[in-house]
């Protein structure tokens, strides 16, 4: 079993920029590609962005050019980069852990509240 904490959600204006990190219980975070979803009231959870173990990225359109996901395997944390962030990135953010090996599974965050508004 893997647990996820997050950190660094908050309140920030539009414009403004957060940096959310993943810290994950394991000594085998290697081998995890990590990702970074969102849900919004009333929509449903999406993808915003992920990193492979080699740190290949890609992320959801609505946010390209604006956010950046890495990974610090050596703290088993992983980070979302957040700027430029607007009213509609308003939305619980959830760390997701995934074992390329499928060996563990599939692993949740409980969540951090990233609200932009003015």
């Known amino acids: 079993q893997v647990q996820l904490a997050e950190s660094g959600g908050g309140l920030v204006q539009p414009g403004g920029s957060l940096r959310l990190s993943c810290a994950a219980s394991?000594?085998?975070?290697?081998?995890?590609?990590m990702g970074w979803y969102r849900q919004a009231p009333g929509k449903q959870r999406e993808l915003v962005a992920r990193?492979?173990?080699?740190?290949?990225?890609d992320y959801s359109d609505s946010v390209k050019g604006r956010f950046t996901i890495s990974r610090d395997n050596s703290k088993s944390t992983a980070y979302l980069q957040m700027n430029s962030l607007k009213p509609d990135d308003t939305a619980v953010y959830y760390c997701?852990?995934?074992?390329?090996?499928?060996?563990?599974?599939?692993?949740w965050g409980q969540g951090t509240q990233v609200t932009v508004s003015s």
């Open positions: 997701n852990a995934y074992d390329v090996r499928r060996i563990t599974g599939e692993f």
């Open positions: 394991t000594n085998i975070f290697a081998h995890y590609i």
């Open positions: 990193v492979t173990p080699g740190s290949s990225t």
